[in-house]
DNA sequence: TCATGTATTGAGACAATTTCTCATTTGGGT
DNA sequence: ACCCAAATGAGAAATTGTCTCAATACATGA
């Protein structure tokens, strides 16, 4: 997710103040992978400071996503999970097994542009999901 | 959302019965609006058929989304929300203040036809969202 | 360096949402 | 009308998210 100290540093910018538990949070969210649960940037964020609490974590995860660092998604869980704030993020997703495939070109840039026009939005970010039945679930049908 | 009895016939199809609860629910999702979330089904469903159980919801609704009739969202709120299984939904999500906006067009059947091929993937339906800043929260800032 | 004031934190209570269990009921094929 | 697997309701339990408040730690300036 990103270049490294790219969180701290924008928390930075944005007059927060730069903590312990949040530089944490943060290295858990640049380092591990993508698609984050709540509770897993807990557990993973107690690895490197382990007095870290889960409203810290609520409250670090509230306050990057308001700074459109980071964006909440929901997969097969019902927990939400969080992406980078920049940039696509592109799935398949099976309506069966829950299963999750990426892809990376979308070629949406002409749209969005149109949009961010049209409704004077500022656009980082876009999510773009398919969902319907994998190819696995299709035979064992 | 789609013809009336739509879903019923769907889940007679499908092999399952259909039982006062399941129509009770299939009905509160066809005649109201979209973004539905389990609980507002539960209240909506009961002025149906009063003896509804939450329980009911929740299975009679992961029904349905693994038959890919619905599919769960994320909006503002934290709770799951079901929209129509079939067809485009695109939103304007604001990051700072949670403000949903919708479009109609987005013009991705070309690039949906490669995935399925590529990805042997049935594709029923799809989520498009851009996440940003609107218009009144740019002028707050 | 050190004192100061405020933003931030941890802990746990609390609330909302979702899942599970199991005895009972019911739809639909016969 | 009968039968039985499928489906249900009720509530317990688990998971996820929010809130409160006293204690702490960061950043700023002396
Ligand atoms: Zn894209
Ligand atoms: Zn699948
Ligand atoms: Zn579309
Ligand atoms: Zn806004």
Chains 1, 2 share one sequence.
Not at 50 to 69: C, D, F, K, Q
Not at 118 to 128: C, E
Not at 132 to 140: A, E, K, L, S, V
Request: net charge positive; glycine share 8%.
């Amino acid at each position: 997710m990103e270049p490294s100290g790219h969180l701290a540093e924008a928390l930075r910018r944005a007059g927060y103040k730069l903590t312990a538990p949040r530089k944490a949070i943060v290295q858990v969210l640049e380092q591990e992978g993508k698609h984050l649960s709540s509770n897993e940037v807990l557990v993973l964020g107690r690895r490197i400071y382990p007095l870290l609490s889960r409203a810290t974590v609520y409250r670090t995860l509230e306050l990057l996503t308001n700074l459109g660092l980071i964006r909440p998604i929901l997969l097969n869980d019902t927990a939400q999970r969080y992406v980078n704030g920049e940039g696509g993020h592109h799935h398949l997703v099976c309506s069966v097994c829950g299963a999750v495939f990426e892809f990376e070109r979308c070629g949406i840039d002409r749209l969005a542009a149109e949009l961010a026009e049209r409704f004077d939005f500022r656009i980082r970010s876009h999510l773009l999901e398919f969902y319907g039945i994998c190819r696995t679930c299709q035979t064992h049908a």
